[in-house]
């Protein structure tokens, strides 16, 4: 069986794949926002609030999954400044946070298996975690917490 018909048929060979490569990575976030984009709790934040360009965001979002789990540095952005403002428009809470993190973590376990796949629903969790606590605080330093901070670097793929 060659790389691509494992891609075209993963449930073929009994097992799912682990996440290899960037065209993984791609087709995952694919995968993600499409169930995202219909979610009734948390899809309106990204067509109605945040007026997302699909187009544009996969691409920016596959460097970030990239970055995290297969090459670390291809995404260069500050996720956090893009959050704060979503935040800014119409408060984050952490049952929104709850439900990408379901989603999330389906779309990675209806594709992949595998220690990086398992990595990518750890990473997600941390990723929530910080954004939650930095837009909860609206920006202003306070006293009884500090900012929590994502490696999505070379440590990250260590673990």
Known sequence: MTHDDRRQSPAAAGQLPDIRDRQDVEQLVKTFYDEVLKDPLIGRLFTEVARIDMAAHLP??????????????????????AHRDLHAKSPLRAEYFDRWLELWTAAVRRRHAGPVSDRAVVKAHAVARALLHNTASDGRPRPDRGPVFVDVGPAARAR
Do not use: C, K
């Open 60 to 81: 920016v979002m596959a460097d970030f999954w990239e970055s995290a789990l297969l090459a670390p540095g291809v995404y260069r952005r500050n996720a956090l400044r």
